[in-house]
């Protein structure tokens, strides 16, 4: 009876601690992280973003986060490196981004878009609604949907600033 019953729950056991184990080195794997290659120094915002099974999947500085961007199930990263803009594609909803980011320069501006406000230069008011523009070639303007508009006013008319320290 030992055997019969003690066999298979060992083996259950055995098999549940090495998953375990393998989630936490995936977590802790950096071979699988996209950063934007730029050595880090130690007084500078970092913006960790993970997946939506919680595995971090891209490190980038504050400086040079753009804005996110979401598209179904998956949000696009848009960040320079080395003066270049690249983009990472991620499985998470933007919601999840926007609430672990809530005491940052990062605001939500549209359903489908979360801005850096430090890298936003302008916000023009036009006959169909607020748009903001960045200081880099190849972005096209960003709308701000009517849901938005008063906290983004609000946040461009100093009314209420953030740094990038929070």
Request: aromatic share 10%; hydrophobic share 35%.
């Amino acid at each position: 009876t030992l055997l019969s019953l003690g066999v298979p729950y060992l083996v259950s056991a055995m098999w549940v601690t090495i998953k375990d184990m393998r989630n936490t080195l995936l977590v802790t794997d950096t071979n699988n992280i996209a950063t934007d290659g730029e050595a880090i120094a130690q007084n500078i915002d970092i913006i960790n973003i993970a997946d939506n099974k919680g595995v971090l999947k891209l490190s980038v500085k504050l400086d040079n986060l753009y804005f996110i961007k979401a598209e179904d199930n998956y949000t696009i990263v848009y960040y320079t490196k080395n003066g270049i803009l690249n983009k990472y594609m991620i499985r998470c909803k933007i919601q999840t981004i926007e609430d672990t980011f809530s005491n940052t320069p990062l605001m939500r501006c549209h359903r489908t878009y979360i801005v850096n406000t430090n890298k936003t230069k302008v916000l023009r008011h036009e006959s169909d609604g607020f748009y903001m523009d960045f200081d880099i070639e190849g972005i096209d303007p960003i709308p701000v949907s009517k849901t938005y508009t008063q906290a983004v006013v609000k946040r461009f008319s100093g009314e209420k600033t953030y740094n990038s320290k929070g």
